[in-house]
């Protein structure tokens, strides 16, 4: 508890020291803490310390944990890909989405809050729409009734954390000319998301740099 205790506050003051090298208020900042390979105790620890927004990345194990912490007043956010088949499953939990990558996931998702997930690299298995899909992913999604509130990306191995966030960003005032109250940015994990405020992420995924190390990788 104590060394989790520690890491938690160490990252909060690593976001507050970023934001205010970006000249950022931190209070506009929602780290989440990506829980995902950790039992629900580990959660009721983190809730404990105060953390209240959560990140799970697989449905088989996001469904049963969060079932588990039904008492928990928390935040639950999906960030992992999305099955077409499994979203609407999804949706009853998680209250944010972040990886919504393609047409066939709006009809399961009508009414959800969520983030579309941008691909950064040549790879589509890394999931996420082409950066020249976005806005017709956007407009699909609008019409579908979801709530969009912006873009998530995770920054590509071997890049240069900073540019592809750049990228993000100018891809999000792309995104505005269609959707223009879309202006979250959900981007930044343990090893990059200083620089991630620094390009105006609004809402982190930090795993391990809190968590520890996972402790069974799926
Ligand atoms: C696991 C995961 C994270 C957290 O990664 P860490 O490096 O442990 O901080 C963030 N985003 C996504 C999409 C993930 O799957």
Redesign the pocket.
Known sequence: MTELADRLEAVQAGVRDAAARADRDPTTITT?V?T?FHPAQLVRDLHALGVRDF?E?RHQEAAPKVAELGDLAATWHF??QLQSKKAKQVAEYADLI??VDRQSLVAPLAGARVFLQVNLTDDPERGGVAPDGIEALAAYALEGSLDVLGL?A?APLGAEPRAAFATVRSLSERLARTAPSATALSMG???D?ADAILEGATHL???????GN?PVQG
């Open positions: 989440i990506v995902k990140g990345s960030i992992g972040h990886s998530m995770v994990m343990s090893g998301y995924r930090i795993g391990t740099a809190i968590t996972r």
